[in-house]
C-alpha cells in the first residue's frame, strides 16, 4: 500500500495534470502534452523542467525525420510521489466526509 504523503511540488493544478496524464502512460509526446493541459510551449517546458529537476519526469529528445520531437515519461519515483500524494488526497476526503457524517449525526 501507498504511504499518503502531500507533495507540494506536485500539488500545484498544472503540474497535477501534468503527472497525472504522464501517470496514464509509458511516454507521451510534448505536443499531447501541451494541447491537453492547455499550455503554451514555453510554459509546458517550464513545468517539465521543474518536474525534472525533481527527479520525477525523464524527457527524451529524438530525432524522428530531421525532426527533433520531445516526448516526456515520469521515472519510477515521480510515480510513487503522485501515487503518495493522491493517497494524502483521499484522506483528505475521506477526513472531511468522515465529519460531515458526525456533524449529520449530532443534529
Known amino acids: ?14 503540474r497535477l495534470s501534468i503527472v497525472g496524464l504522464l501517470a496514464a502512460a509509458d511516454w507521451a509526446d510534448f505536443a499531447f ?3 491537453r493541459v492547455g499550455l503554451s510551449d514555453s510554459a509546458l517546458s ?6 525534472e529537476d525533481a527527479g520525477y519526469v525523464a524527457i527524451e529528445r ?3 525525420d530531421r525532426r527533433r520531437r520531445v516526448r516526456a515519461r515520469l521515472t519510477e519515483s515521480g510515480l510513487e510521489a503522485f501515487r503518495s500524494h493522491v493517497a494524502a488526497l483521499r484522506e483528505i476526503v475521506e477526513a472531511a466526509d468522515t465529519e460531515r457524517a458526525v456533524a ?3 443534529t
Open 1 to 14: 500500500m501507498t504511504e499518503p504523503r502531500f507533495d507540494e511540488l506536485i500539488h500545484q493544478s498544472t
Open 33 to 35: 502534452l501541451r494541447d
Open 46 to 51: 517550464k513545468q517539465l523542467s521543474t518536474l
Open 62 to 64: 529524438p530525432v524522428s
Open 104 to 106: 449529520g449525526q449530532a
